[in-house]
């Protein structure tokens, strides 16, 4: 999950008087969960219907079902979002 986002020097519709907006030197915020796969990802799906369920194809060629429901409440949870 990525927040804190701000403009560029580089971005076409920037404004010479919006970059002295409050908050603009702050740094971008990026959150991770992780989950401990065995082996490499050859493939991710992920179902629009569920946006919680995803499946993984591993290098070894069996397919798994994961259930993300934990890891994106945490990542939806302030200050939850850290490795783990």
Same mark, same amino acid.
């Given at each position: 999950?990525?927040?804190?986002?701000? &403009?560029?020097? *580089?971005?076409? =519709?920037? #404004?010479? =008087?919006? #970059?002295?907006? =409050?908050?603009? #030197?702050?740094?971008? @915020?990026?959150?991770?969960?992780?989950?401990? *796969? %065995?082996?490499?990802?050859? &493939?991710?799906?992920?179902?629009?219907?569920?946006? *919680?369920?995803?499946?993984?194809?591993? =290098?070894?060629?069996?397919? &798994?079902?994961?259930? @993300?429901?934990?890891? @994106?409440?945490? @990542? *939806?949870? %302030?200050?939850?979002?850290?490795?783990?």
């Amino acid at each position: 999950k990525m927040s804190a986002m701000h &403009r560029t020097k *580089h971005d076409d =519709e920037s #404004d010479p =008087e919006s #970059d002295d907006e =409050e908050g603009a #030197d702050e740094d971008a @915020l990026l959150e991770c969960q992780t989950i401990a *796969h %065995p082996g490499c990802v050859n &493939r991710l799906k992920l179902m629009p219907q569920a946006p *919680h369920v995803c499946a993984t194809w591993c =290098e070894d060629t069996s397919v &798994r079902l994961w259930d @993300l429901s934990h890891q @994106l409440g945490n @990542l *939806h949870a %302030p200050g939850k979002g850290g490795g783990g």
